[in-house]
């Protein structure tokens, strides 16, 4: 049973008012992933739950600002879809710049070289926290709906897309081609 309101059912309307924020035809795609996390996770694993929670608020900040749609997060990575690449590439270089702002917690996961402060000859400083590498790729994929009305994207698109985040490496904005 479905109430009806003004001829159209309210699972119709959420749908509708879901997909309207969905980025659709030629899009581009976005995968994030902390570089090393299966030895972090190991290693420290109480630093790196606070820092995957802190790292997870900034992505989500970042995704919202730049206009991006979240379509899923698994594990450490996050997939996310931009109407315009101008956005993408906004996101990409926003979310390591706050990555760098970040305050990370004390532990001994921030003081493991690849994560410790880094500064340059002038007192700037370079490098700080979690290596986010982001990858992206622009072409139209095929969407599917969940039955939340969340959208996924599938097809030959997305694994690039993928791949193209597995070679990337952090502070890099690494893209297939254009």
């Not at 994030?32 to 030895?39: A, F, L, Q, V």
């Not at 109480?46 to 900034?58: Q, S, T």
């Not at 410790?116 to 990858?135: H, K, M, N, Q």
């Amino acid at each position: 049973y479905q109430r009806r309101v003004h001829g159209v059912c309210r699972r119709t309307r959420r749908r509708r008012r879901l997909l309207s924020c969905v980025p659709t035809g030629e899009v581009v795609l976005a995968f994030t992933d902390i570089e090393d996390s299966t030895t972090l996770w190991e290693e420290h694993p109480d630093d790196m739950a606070d820092c995957l929670a802190l790292h997870n608020e900034i992505v989500r900040a970042e995704i919202l600002r730049c206009n991006g749609y979240e379509v899923k997060t698994v594990g450490d990575s996050f997939f996310v879809a931009f109407n315009q690449a101008e956005d993408a590439a906004s996101f990409a270089l926003r979310l390591q710049q706050a990555l760098l702002r970040a305050s990370w917690p004390d532990g001994p996961l921030m003081q493991r070289p690849a994560h410790a402060p880094v500064w340059s000859d002038t007192g700037e400083l370079l490098w700080y926290g979690l290596r986010v590498r982001v990858g992206m790729h622009i072409g139209t994929p095929g969407i599917e709906l969940d039955q939340d009305f969340r959208a996924d994207y599938i097809g030959p698109v997305v694994n690039f897309a993928a791949r193209v985040e597995s070679t990337a490496r952090a502070a890099k904005l690494t893209t297939g081609p254009m």
